[in-house]
């Protein structure tokens, strides 16, 4: 069995418990399993957790952390000179890397949500850091730009969010899961088209 120091046998917790979420989504992610996956007592893991849903929530702040790191990288990668084109691109993108991460990691994407109602704290809210701080920063951007009014501006936030979340979970868990990949890719496209112009107009 192997030992941790006290301090840091939470973070390998987490991280178990992040890697069999990975695997199994929300369901899948139980105390006992996780401290057998680090290598100490069930009893070891309580000391760092009051209960599952803690843990829950740990693994939740990761998911979104690292939804947050896939937006802030596909937004870097958006270049040119106009600051009106780019902040119209970056929206894109943004909505684009929630869907991808939510296609690519869907265990880990369910317990950032499934987390909410376990443990509330854990999970941001629109107008805060993470994901939904980055999807702010970009309507501001097309504030500051002039393509988007200041009018338009509130409220804009839940409605990319309500948009690009319906659209992965139609294709993770909905009637969708079975479309195609270019397909797919069309009707993305299309929503992110109709967010923007609906936005901008």
Not at 74 to 80: D, I, P, S
Not at 100 to 127: C, K, N, T
Not at 189 to 198: C, H, K
Request: aromatic share 6%; proline share 5%; hydrophobic share 45%.
């Amino acid at each position: 069995m192997s030992t941790y120091h006290h301090g840091n046998l939470r973070p390998a917790l987490v991280s178990a418990a992040a890697e069999l979420a990975r695997a199994t989504g929300p369901d899948g992610v139980v105390l006992r399993e996780v401290a057998r996956r680090t290598g100490v007592s069930h009893n070891a893991a309580y000391r760092h957790f009051a209960d599952r849903s803690e843990l829950l929530g740990e693994v939740a702040t990761v998911a979104m952390d690292q939804l947050a790191e896939a937006m802030e990288q596909r937004v870097a990668a958006v270049k040119g000179r106009s600051p009106t084109l780019l902040a119209r691109r970056r929206l894109r993108e943004v909505g684009r890397a929630y869907v991808y991460f939510a296609l690519a990691e869907p265990g880990l994407f369910e317990v950032a949500f499934a987390a909410q109602e376990a443990h509330p704290d854990h999970v941001p809210v629109p107008e805060s850091s993470g994901p939904y701080g980055i999807l702010g920063r970009v309507l501001d951007e097309l504030v500051a730009a002039g393509a988007l009014t200041r009018a338009r501006r509130k409220g804009a936030d839940v409605v990319c969010w309500a948009a690009v979340h319906g659209f992965a979970m139609l294709h993770l868990r909905g009637p969708l899961q079975e479309v195609p990949l270019e397909l797919r890719e069309a009707h993305l496209d299309a929503l992110l088209d109709t967010v923007e112009r609906g936005l901008t107009a």
